[in-house]
């Protein structure tokens, strides 16, 4: 098969979906593949890089969509490319189906095979640590008096306290910004609504951070006193209430910052709107919001490298043994299977944009094999499947 890694085109997108390394073992397997120039360039991997392991460099993404089989990105597909997606052709990259209506309609009409990789991880996405972590770090620039915040120091001075930090959500991303913050000797509480996530934290930090379920009452019990709240829920899109509501943030002291990671729209925080690294910041009832989309970008190397090792044995998967094997031999990847020749695949953005949807395994006709089990990507259920 020929297999093409696009270069990224959302505003400060720098990661690349393959490295020269992973490029080295898919030429191994036995296919052909094209890399958009300077698809790397910004992560630092130039297009030499992946010459010398084996790829064609191709000047435009309009010959990679001609070209390949497959086709793969890090961020979701943007309308300039819907008119090059072809029947049958196999795309892959954080679609976020359920939050692009439009990019889902495209999908769909272009019988294409889609992917949305954020669903695809057994064991969380590199991309998550990468948000929390260096959410994390840009929380604390945002504190910096310079940049609007009340400039209190993360760990303190003999004589001045240290931060007072919430952590809304225990996954990945929250346990990322949990790691670097209390290093750093930030006050630590963590809220989630799995009781037994959040006792596993408090052991694995000796009790030297605070625990506490999650909910509104809560945290608004304790946001008076908290200097900077990181929002790491993925809140269900058919929510319409929030977690923090703009009347809330008054309680909050001048100065104080809010890093939405999880940055949904909606989501849990009615103050959040999308941001971007060239203007990331703006202030609501006096607390500054840090709520760029694709913090990982900040770091392309390191989240490149992450990223692309975890993603190669679902791409060599497919490559290698096609769509319906690589689905009956792993859930997560079954799960993320978003569009099918023509038909929504993908439960969530069922759900949520009221379109009829046909579960995986029925379309491809292996509903009757040995099926390895994923838990559901969503909380989110829908029943409206196609007549």
């Known amino acids: 098969m020929v297999f093409g890694v696009l270069k990224d085109i959302k505003e400060g997108e720098y990661r690349v979906i393959c490295t020269p390394n992973e490029v080295k073992s898919i030429v191994a397997a036995g296919h052909k593949v094209l890399a958009q120039h300077d698809c790397g360039k910004m992560a630092g991997f130039p297009d030499k890089k992946y010459v010398q392991a084996g790829a064609e460099i191709v000047e435009t993404m309009e010959e990679i969509y001609a070209k390949c089989d497959m086709v793969a990105k890090v961020k979701e597909f943007f309308p300039v490319e819907y008119p090059l997606m072809r029947e049958n052709q196999i795309l892959l990259g954080c679609i976020h ?37 260096q959410g994390a770090l840009f929380g604390l620039e945002s504190m910096l008096t310079i940049n609007g915040g009340k400039g209190k120091f993360v760990g303190g001075f003999a004589g001045a306290p240290r931060m007072n930090v919430l952590i809304l959500g225990g996954g990945v991303v929250g346990q990322g910004a949990l790691e670097v913050l209390f290093g750093l000797g930030a006050n630590c509480t963590v809220m989630d609504i799995n009781v037994g996530l959040l006792r596993t934290l408090l052991t694995r930090y000796n009790g030297h951070i605070n625990t506490m379920l999650c ?40 100065g104080s910052v809010l890093v939405d990671i999880s940055n949904d729209e909606p989501g849990a925080i009615e103050s959040s709107h999308e941001t971007h690294h060239d203007d990331p910041r703006y202030v609501v009832n006096g607390v500054v919001h840090y709520c760029v989309s694709n913090i990982p970008g900040a770091v392309a190397n390191s989240t490149s490298i992450a990223y692309a090792s975890e993603m190669l044995p679902m791409i060599l998967s497919i490559l290698n043994n096609g769509v319906e094997k690589t689905c009956e031999k792993d859930g997560f990847y079954r799960r993320s299977l978003t569009s ?7 439960e969530e953005t069922s759900a949520i944009q009221n379109k009829p949807w046909i579960k995986p395994e029925d379309i491809l006709g292996i509903a009757d094999k040995q099926l390895d089990f994923a838990p559901p990507a969503t909380v989110t259920r829908s029943n409206n499947y196609y007549k």
């Open 97 to 133: 189906p359920a939050g692009h209506p439009e990019e889902v309609d495209a999908l769909l009409k272009s019988k294409c095979i889609s992917f949305t990789a954020e669903d695809a991880h057994r064991w969380g996405s590199p991309n998550c640590e990468a948000a929390g972590k």
């Open 215 to 254: 909910s509104k009452e809560a945290i608004a019990e304790i946001l008076p006193g908290i200097d900077m709240v990181i929002n790491a829920v993925k809140w269900p899109k058919e929510r319409k209430d929030f977690l923090i509501d703009k009347e809330m943030l008054k309680t909050m002291e001048p």
């Open 340 to 346: 099918y020749k023509g038909y929504l695949t993908h």
